[in-house]
C-alpha cells in the first residue's frame, strides 16, 4: 500500500517566522510531488510541484525534495496570519492504470500567530 | 487559469434519493476525477476518467457511479444516497500522464452533501 505521512500538526509559529512542513513517501519510484494549500471549508489550490532532488522557490515558498530519503518539505518564509491553512502533501503514482493519480496526505494544519 | 466548477456548492438530499453531482472544467484536461474528503480520513478518490467514456474505480467506487459523455463533463452519481455519504464531494482534473510529470491536479470548490 502506497503511503504519504505528514504531521497532522497543528504546527503553530509566530508571524515572520519560517514554517517547515514535511513529508515521507513509501514508493521509491514516485517520480512528482505536490503541496497544496486548502483553506477551511475551500477546496484545494495547488501551490508548489516538483521532480528534481534539491530546492524549488516560488516567492515565500520553498519546496525541498530528497528522493534517497524519501522525503519532501515545504519551507514558508516570512509566515503570516493568512498562510493558517491545512497543508496536504501529494505523490503522483508511477506505473500501470493508476498513472496521474495522486496519493494525498492527510495534511498538516498550520497556524502562524500574530 | 484552469477553472473547474461544481455544480452546488451545499446539498441537502433525503435517503433514497438518486443524487447527480457535476464537474466542468475548461481547459481541455483529458483527466478527471472525484474525490470525498471526511475529517480525519483525508481526500479518498472514488472514481477517475483518462477519457471521453472511459472511468476507472478508485479506492471507494461502492455506492456511486459515473458519467463522462463529454471531455469537460464528469458526472459522480449516488445511485442511492445514504447518511454515510454525507460529506465534502470534490472534483479535480489533470492534463494527461503523456504531457509530462510535472502536472498535478486542479480542483473544483466542492459541492458540500448532507443527506438526511
Known amino acids: 500500500q502506497k503511503e504519504v505521512e505528514q504531521n497532522s500538526g497543528p504546527l503553530s509559529v509566530p508571524e515572520g517566522a519560517i514554517a517547515s512542513l514535511n513529508c515521507t513517501y513509501s514508493?521509491?519510484?514516485?517520480?512528482?510531488f505536490f503541496w497544496y494549500r486548502q483553506y477551511s471549508g475551500k477546496s484545494p489550490e495547488l501551490i508548489m510541484s516538483i521532480y528534481s532532488n534539491g530546492d524549488k522557490e516560488d516567492g515565500r515558498f520553498t519546496a525541498q525534495l530528497n528522493k534517497a530519503s524519501q522525503y519532501v518539505s515545504l519551507l514558508i518564509r516570512d509566515s503570516q496570519p493568512s498562510d493558517s491553512a491545512t497543508y496536504l502533501c501529494a505523490v503522483k503514482e508511477n506505473y500501470g492504470g493508476s498513472q496521474g493519480n495522486l496519493i494525498f496526505g492527510k495534511g498538516t494544519k498550520l497556524s502562524v500567530k500574530p | 487559469d484552469v477553472k473547474v466548477t461544481q455544480s452546488s456548492r451545499y446539498l441537502v438530499k433525503r435517503t433514497g434519493e438518486k443524487v447527480f453531482l457535476e464537474c466542468v472544467q475548461d481547459m481541455d484536461h483529458e483527466n478527471m476525477f472525484w474525490y470525498r474528503q471526511d475529517p480525519g480520513l483525508g481526500l479518498r478518490l472514488i472514481y477517475f476518467s483518462y477519457d471521453v467514456k472511459m472511468k476507472e474505480k478508485g479506492d471507494i467506487p461502492e455506492g456511486y457511479s459515473v458519467s463522462r459523455e463529454k471531455k469537460e463533463r464528469f458526472s459522480l452519481i449516488l445511485e442511492s444516497a445514504s447518511t454515510n455519504q454525507t460529506s465534502m464531494y470534490l472534483c479535480?482534473?489533470?492534463?494527461?500522464?503523456?504531457?509530462?510529470?510535472?502536472?498535478?491536479?486542479?480542483f473544483g470548490p466542492g459541492t458540500r452533501l448532507t443527506v438526511l
Open positions: 479535480a482534473s489533470s492534463l494527461s500522464i503523456l504531457a509530462g510529470g510535472l502536472f498535478g491536479q486542479y
Open positions: 514508493d521509491r519510484v514516485s517520480q512528482s
